[in-house]
C-alpha cells in the first residue's frame, strides 16, 4: 500500500499560481501512475490530472489543460500540480490518488490510493 499526504493548499487572488504537493510512503513509489482529482462543495470529485509511472505521460481534464502541469519527482516520493492563472471555480478541496494498475481509467473509481486532500480557494 501507499500512503499520501498532500500540502501547498492555501488562499490565491484570481489569476495567481500555487503549487500543490503529495508525498508518497509505503511501497515504491514509482510502481503507480499518480492522479489529481478536485471536488467542489457540493459538486463530485473529478479529475484534473495525471501521470505515468515514469513521469513521460501525462494527461489532463481538458478544462485544466494549458493552465495545470503535473510532474513527479521519484527521487523524492512525490507529485506535483503546477496551477496557473488560476480562477474562482477551481476553488475545491485537491485530492492526490494512486493506482497501481495500467494506464487508461481517470475516474474516481481507477484510483484506489487515497489523501486527505489539500483545500485550494481563489478568491475574484
Known amino acids: 500500500q501507499v500512503q499520501l499526504v498532500e500540502s501547498g493548499g492555501g488562499l490565491v487572488q484570481a489569476g495567481g499560481s500555487l503549487r500543490l504537493s503529495c508525498a508518497a510512503s509505503?511501497?515504491?513509489?514509482?510502481?503507480?501512475?499518480m492522479g489529481w482529482f478536485r471536488q467542489a462543495p457540493g459538486k463530485e470529485r473529478e479529475f484534473v490530472s495525471a501521470?505515468?509511472?515514469?513521469?513521460?505521460?501525462?494527461h489532463y481534464s481538458d478544462s485544466m489543460k494549458g493552465r495545470f502541469t503535473i510532474s513527479r519527482d521519484n527521487a523524492k516520493n512525490t507529485v506535483y500540480l503546477q496551477m496557473d492563472s488560476l480562477k474562482p471555480e477551481d476553488t475545491a478541496v485537491y485530492y492526490c490518488?494512486?493506482?497501481?494498475?495500467?494506464?487508461?481509467?481517470?475516474?474516481?473509481?481507477?484510483?484506489?490510493?487515497w489523501g486527505k486532500g489539500t483545500l485550494v480557494t481563489v478568491s475574484s
Open positions: 509505503g511501497r515504491t513509489f514509482s510502481s503507480y501512475i
Open positions: 490518488a494512486a493506482r497501481d494498475t495500467g494506464w487508461g481509467s481517470f475516474d474516481v473509481e481507477g484510483f484506489a490510493y
Open positions: 501521470i505515468s509511472k515514469r513521469g513521460g505521460i501525462t
